[in-house]
Structures are given as C-alpha cells and as structure tokens.
C-alpha cells in the first residue's frame, strides 16, 4: 500500500498570504500526483496534475512542485474563495492507495 | 462538457446491497480514454477510491473492499453502477462518481449522494 501523508492536517492563515502544503508518499510515485480543493458541500476540483500542471481553469497563484515522494502545493496570495481542504492524489498505481487525509486552510 | 449525476437510494438498511448508478452526458461512456470511477467520503472524512471500470467492463477494485464491491457498465444507457453488499454504519457516506485516464487524475466529478446505514 502506498500511504499519502499530508502536513500540516489545519494551516492558518492570513488572506494575501502565502500558503505552503506538503504532501508524502510512502514510496515514489513518480510524477503521478495530484492536488484537489474541495469547499463544503461540493465535490472536489482538480488543481493540479503531474505534479505541477494547472487544470483547466485554474489560477496562476496555484501552483505544485514535486517528484518521487515529496510535493509541496503552494498558494501564492490567498484569496477568500481558497479557504478550503486540499487533498493529494497519487495515481502511479491505483491499486495501493490513492488520496492523503487532507490539510484545511482556514483563515487565520 | 462532460457532466456525471449519482443517483439511488439516500437509506440503505444494515447486511442490505447499497446500488447506486451514475449517468454520464456530454460524452460516451464507451470512449476508449477515459476509465469511469466511484470514490466516497464519510462524514467529516477524506476521500476513499472505490474502484473503476473501462468501458470494455475490466474492473479494478481497492483491495479493502475488493470483497463486497461490484462496478458494471451499461453502455446503452451512458451509465455505470455500484454495488457494495453487507454494509454496514461504517459505509455511510457521500458516494461520488468520477472520470480517469488510465495514468490520470480524476477530471470531472459528480455532485455526490449521501447514502446513509441505519435500520
């Protein structure tokens, strides 16, 4: 099983900020990694794939960086509309495991 | 644009089948790029794969719950279905349906139901 751990599990922080989420995974993954918001009530979006591509639609103040076992997603400016829980996605093998627990950036 | 919508039953009764079925539009569900997926989430939790189908009907199941779960395809309705047998409280959930390539994330998501187990 590929485990994905996220840190921190809550990020405070100011709108205009920057915010900075970590994701692991238990073994390499390669590139094969995607980030996801999800706001109350509604299914989750993609953000990014491949580790650092936008999805369509997605502003530029989004952005991820990573390979093998650590990624990092980062906001540049937060924006009220971004408070939200953020989950990573390995998809390098769909069969051992696949979402982190997530990281809920609220305002601080 | 692709759109996904879950549907089924909201109550499904402890030891009972829970069956749900998402029907696609905007697309075939027989395209060859794309594999047609279930993933929940419990109250207050985080997101759970279920599994997926292409729509030539091979499946692919997390092993966790590779036992109880069943995932078909009806390519003449543009729908595919779920079925996990014995459930128990700990299967309540939102169910969500979703869309992957075979290497990919996934892309478009439906609004989710929540199915609840309760006598």
């Known amino acids: 099983e590929i485990v994905m751990t996220q840190s921190p599990a809550t990020l405070s922080v100011s709108p205009g900020e920057r915010a900075t989420l970590s994701c692991r995974a238990s073994q390499s993954v390669s590139s094969n990694l995607a980030w996801y918001q999800q706001k109350p009530g509604q299914a989750p979006r993609l953000l990014i794939y491949g580790a650092s591509t936008r999805a369509t639609g997605i502003p530029a103040r989004f952005s991820g960086s990573g390979s093998g076992t650590e990624f990092t997603l980062t906001i540049s400016s937060l924006q009220s509309e971004d408070f939200a829980v953020y989950y990573c996605q390995q998809y390098n093998n769909w069969l051992r495991g696949s979402f982190g627990q997530g990281t809920k950036v609220e305002i601080k | 644009q692709l759109q996904l919508q879950e549907s089924g039953p909201g109550l499904v009764k402890p030891s009972e089948t829970l069956s749900l079925t998402c029907t696609v539009s905007g697309g075939s569900i027989s395209s060859s790029s794309y594999y047609w997926g279930w993933i929940r989430q419990p109250p207050g939790k985080g997101l759970e794969w279920i599994g997926s189908i292409y729509y030539s009907g091979s499946t692919y199941y997390n092993p966790s719950l590779k036992s109880r779960v069943t995932i078909s395809v009806d390519t003449s309705k543009n729908q595919f279905s779920l079925k996990l047998s014995s459930v128990t409280a700990a299967d309540t959930a939102v169910y969500y349906c979703?869309?992957?390539?075979?290497?990919?994330?996934?892309?478009?998501w439906g609004q989710g139901t929540l199915v609840t187990v309760s006598s």
């Open positions: 979703a869309i992957h390539t075979a290497m990919g994330p996934f892309d478009y």
